[in-house]
């Protein structure tokens, strides 16, 4: 998971890990790019409105190094557009904050 908010980062993790997930996370982007392309991971939870780098760059960053893990983009920003663009950018999924964890874990199965 890649989110700079730590009360909903330690409430998405929580909710996860009791449900059998193992979960890392960074709380910036930049940190967030770099451990995704040294480690393997099933799937990023990722916010847009992160520092150092934003979720849109590292999305796209993360698809034009040949990186295929699935990438469910969850962020304020909620509207028709924003989610166009993140879907095109290389997301599988977009969730609009707030969402209810058992959402967000229905999306990362699917």
Known sequence: ??????????????????RGY????????ATGLARAARESFDAIVLDLG???LDGLDLCRQLRA?????????LTAKGDGSDRIVGLELGADDYVPKPSPPREIVAR???
């Not at 998971?1 to 009791?18: K, P, Y």
């Not at 193992?22 to 982007?29: I, K, L, M, N, W």
């Not at 990186?67 to 983009?73: R, T």
Request: charged share 25%; with cysteine.
């Open 1 to 18: 998971m890649i989110e700079d908010q730590h009360d909903i980062a330690a409430n998405i993790w929580d909710f996860l890990e009791r």
């Open 22 to 29: 193992q979960v890392d996370h960074c709380a910036d982007g």
């Open 50 to 52: 992160l520092p150092r």
């Open 65 to 73: 190094s040949g990186n295929g893990v699935p990438v469910l983009m």
């Open 108 to 110: 990362i199965r699917a």
